[in-house]
């Protein structure tokens, strides 16, 4: 990527940002984005799945959950351990150029900005869900999206991530969770049974 290009990113991307986290800002909003980006908040979903899933569908549904699980230690193992390390990018909320103006409501913690893993890790978990429940369960894939997009959005909001960097987490999230949740249909598969939960007419 040349310089110009990548000077013109970096350019919108601190815009966007300015407006996310410090102008597009609500005491409803402060009071929601940290729990929506804390990971505890959605512990009770995935105990939910993790003993809906093998209750309803036997062994396919306990590999459902160790698919699950690998499609986020997917994302987080390229984005967390591969990307992170080679990227360096700041957070927004350990960057001196923005001390003044940032509209911060959580620790900031260390780490890098780019890409986003709580992005990579939550699409990927929402896009796998869609894909091998989308059989069974009505407007998974709003609902899945408007999730992971949910919890991207909140990191750009509370101060601790760019919009690029929730951008690309959210690419490689979608094609991780995609990439298995296709996997897991070719070879597994849920059975379709009448007394499933929320399924369609």
Not at 28 to 38: A, G
Not at 80 to 109: D, E, Q, T
Not at 161 to 185: A, E, M, R, S
Request: with cysteine; aromatic share 22%.
């Amino acid at each position: 990527m040349s310089k110009s290009i990548r000077d013109l990113i970096v350019y919108y991307d601190h815009i966007a940002w300015y407006y996310i986290n410090t102008q597009w800002n609500n005491q409803v909003l402060d009071f929601i984005t940290p729990f929506l980006r804390n990971q505890w908040f959605w512990a009770p979903l995935y105990f939910f799945l993790a003993v809906f899933m093998p209750t309803r569908f036997g062994k396919k549904g306990l590999l459902w959950c160790v698919f699950f699980l690998f499609a986020f230690a997917c994302s987080d193992q390229i984005s967390a351990h591969w990307m992170k390390p080679y990227f360096h990018r700041i957070r927004p909320c350990n960057n001196p150029s923005f001390s003044g103006l940032i509209h911060i409501l959580v620790p900031c913690g260390g780490g890098y900005s780019f890409p986003s893993s709580h992005s990579a890790n939550h699409f990927s978990m929402g896009v796998f869900s869609a894909v091998t429940l989308s059989r069974f369960v009505k407007w998974i894939w709003p609902i899945a999206l408007l999730w992971a997009f949910a919890v991207a959005y909140s990191q750009v909001y509370v101060g601790v991530h760019f919009p690029f960097d929730i951008t690309v987490g959210g690419i490689i999230g979608v094609l991780c969770g995609f990439i298995l949740g296709k996997l897991f249909n070719h070879y597994y598969g849920l059975v379709n049974e009448p007394k499933v939960l929320f399924v369609n007419e």
